[in-house]
């Protein structure tokens, strides 16, 4: 099969969630997982992770794996450096499980996956200097010049979620104050309306309502819900922290002048509930406003599973590169040796991996389709 | 020979330079710049590049100027202390000088210079500032300048750092610049004086002045550099808001270094060191990756005109007249 046409596996790992996708060239999700994440044991990630391919792999044909991870990942795509809410620190998780797999694996920051995609297949499409900012829990942030995502040095560049917007402000995870998540994220808006229906203010009174008397039930899906219903307070709270995002996209175009910014994660569920007050403050705090072009602030399109999509198809790209090197490269680089190795190195789990995988299947035929661990149903 | 002409276009001087294709400048000149005209500002530009052209084999000029420059690098889209307005400045040289021109935003220039020749020569990913009056910002990315859309990325020095902060030229407030800049130090070492604070009239004598209105930022540094405490204190103020404010824009841009330039960096270790110190402090999961190198810019005055001719030996798009 020609590779263009190959199939590929998306996995989003976040912290509380794997799910994981078979994709198409097109961005196409055909098949899909869910199941927990296990975050105690780097070694139980990667047993969820070889799990869910060998599923998804009795499906379908498939010729790479692409993980979005939540934390920094290093510069060659293969380490986690650091995770948030998972165990790892320096996990070589790439060489780990394609020794697994036999099968290349690609490792990337899964906002920089998710940005892939809406460059690729969404919002971003045909854009030279994209900026994408997800807002979930906390924000994630990616950089797309002319179509490559732009890692820095070490691979972590784009973490607008810690650029600090108020001096001594809220603390932050990071180990900082004022980090610009604790302003614009799902978090802040659940924190803000938590501390609204906690002081006692009667216009908290449908929001108390939906959490059922309990301020701690508050969530965010509860107010942007609210909001849509036309709630006073809860369109308030949304723009609060619409104000908050324009004001850090202002900082962003200071110092990146994107053409387009396109906003993805939960909270954008809000729509233009959100996003017109962040145009508004964005405007208003826009250096050297009037004086030079803008950027448009437009909504992701792809939802939760563009970061699966992305990191499928950033597998495609890795595993097409590593068969060109192998087919075609005559100059030697080191980079170009690395990957002949590593392409050798695969063969060979390949071929480990598709014997065990042949035993374990006639053995266990039913057991290999429908895993104990697995929720093996795709969602509709 | 692959020499060209760097030019840079302060408020009020324009340096032009003869340079090599090592980053040495061979031939120098300069003219006052005539603030208030568009066109005699030109005519002074073309002046002094044909002043060095002269006698030369010239294959382009490059100008750095402070303000917005088009995507095309050609027009200058404003100037904040020129009276530039959507002005084709590129154009407007090339034609007088029959060159091709490369117009470029004067830190970008700056910033270019440091990483082809100084203080960042052996790396691919910077982040340049030149702290003078303001704060400009210049970034490398994998070997190339980051210009974005428009042309006007790189502003890092307006980045809100304080909500409601001081008011700030570009019309926004508590931009980066109002806090970090050579502005910001005179502003508070006036402030301090003007309060009547005993550390700063002992400032304003070693400073041997009397009126705190006339207090400059070099006059700060020279005091801090001879010991004065209430001098140390101001630059150490300013050091920490730079470090601070770096450790944000290595977030977005994670640089395998960070250079310290323009006219406030003459203070070197008297500012660096705080700067660095609040840099180490305030950089995000501080413990859990890596930290790019600190340093000071090594080009000094010239990083501006240096990188402007060597940004005009590069191949230029649309900027042909």
């Known amino acids: ?195 609204l229906a906690l002081s006692g203010s009667p216009v908290a009174h449908n929001l108390l309502r939906a959490a059922e008397g309990d301020p701690r039930q508050i969530n965010g899906p509860m107010v942007t819900e609210l909001a849509k219903d036309g709630d006073p307070v809860a369109v308030e709270l949304l723009e609060d922290v619409g104000r908050w995002l324009g004001i850090g996209l202002a900082n962003l175009a200071a110092a990146l002048d994107p053409g387009t910014f396109v906003i993805g994660g939960g909270v954008s569920d809000a729509g233009e509930l959100l996003l017109a007050p962040a145009r508004e403050a964005f405007k208003r705090t826009l250096t050297g406003r009037g004086f030079r072009p803008e950027a448009r602030i437009v909504r992701a399109v792809l939802g939760p599973e563009a970061g699966m999509v992305g990191a499928a198809d950033l597998a495609r790209e890795e595993a097409t590169w590593l068969r060109r090197v192998r087919v075609k490269t005559t100059a030697v680089t080191a980079k170009t040796a690395a990957a002949r190795n590593r392409t050798t190195r695969l063969e060979r789990a390949a071929r480990k991996s598709a014997g065990r995988r042949t035993g374990m299947r006639a053995a266990t035929p039913e057991a290999d389709l429908h895993h104990a661990d697995l929720n093996g149903e795709p969602e509709a | 020979m692959g020499l060209t002409i760097g030019i840079d276009v302060g408020g009020t001087k324009i340096a032009a330079g003869l340079v090599g294709p090592d980053g040495t400048i061979g031939a120098r000149t300069h003219r006052d710049t005539p603030a208030n005209s568009v066109d005699e500002t030109a005519a002074a530009i073309c002046d002094a590049a044909a002043e060095l052209i002269a006698g030369h084999e010239v294959q382009a000029v490059g100008i750095g100027a402070a303000g917005f420059v088009s995507a095309d690098r050609s027009t200058v889209l404003f100037a904040p202390n020129l009276a530039w307005r959507d002005e084709p400045l590129g154009a407007r040289v090339a034609e007088t000088l029959k060159i091709p021109v490369v117009v470029e935003n004067d830190a970008n220039a700056a910033a270019w210079g440091e990483f082809a020749f100084g203080a960042a020569k052996d790396v691919e990913h910077m982040v340049c500032i030149t702290v003078g009056t303001g704060i400009g910002g210049g970034v490398v990315i994998d070997g190339e300048l980051l210009r974005g ?173």
């Open chain 2, 149 to 321: 859309e428009h042309g006007v990325g790189a502003e890092l020095g307006h980045m809100r750092v304080v909500p409601g902060g001081h008011r700030c030229g570009c019309g926004a407030r508590g931009c980066w610049e109002q806090y970090a800049s050579g502005r910001a130090l005179v502003r508070e070492g006036r402030a301090q004086a003007e309060s009547g604070s005993l550390a700063a009239a002992q400032m304003l004598s070693v400073c041997g002045i009397t009126d705190p209105a006339e207090l400059t930022g070099p006059m700060i540094t020279e005091a801090a550099a001879a010991g004065d405490p209430c001098a140390v204190e101001l630059l150490d103020d300013l050091g920490r808001w730079l470090g601070e404010g770096l450790a944000s824009i290595v977030t977005l841009f994670d640089p395998s270094v960070v250079v310290i330039g323009g006219g406030v960096s003459a203070a070197k270790e008297l500012l660096l060191k705080s700067a660095q110190v609040a840099f180490e402090r305030n950089l995000p999961a501080k413990a859990n990756r890596p930290h790019p190198s600190f340093g000071l810019a090594e080009l000094g005055n010239d990083a501006g005109l240096i990188g402007a001719a060597d940004l005009a030996r590069r191949p230029v798009t649309a900027a042909r007249a």
């Open chain 1, 1 to 195: 099969m020609a590779l263009t046409q190959a199939l590929t596996i998306g996995i989003d790992i976040g912290g509380t969630k794997v799910a994981a996708g078979v994709v198409d060239p097109e961005g196409n999700i055909l098949d899909r997982l869910r199941r927990d994440t296990p975050t105690k044991d780097p070694k139980e990630t990667e047993d969820a992770i070889a799990e869910i391919v060998r599923d998804l792999e009795s499906r379908h044909d498939v010729i790479a794996v692409g993980i979005g991870a939540a934390g920094f990942v290093d510069g060659t795509r293969s380490s986690v450096l650091f995770a948030p809410h998972l165990a790892w620190r320096h996990e070589p998780l790439r060489d780990a499980v394609e020794r697994r797999l036999g099968l290349p694996v690609v490792v990337e920051n899964d906002a920089n996956a998710a940005a892939w995609s809406e460059w690729r297949f969404g919002g971003g499409q045909g854009e030279s200097h994209l900026v994408c900012v997800t807002l979930g829990t906390g924000i994630g942030g990616a950089i797309l010049n002319d179509g490559s995502l732009q890692r820095g040095k070490f691979g972590i560049a784009g973490e607008f979620g810690h650029m600090q917007v108020v001096p001594g402000g809220h603390r932050c995870e990071c180990g900082n104050r004022g980090c610009w998540e604790q302003y614009a994220s799902g978090n802040a808006l659940t924190r803000e309306a938590r501390e």
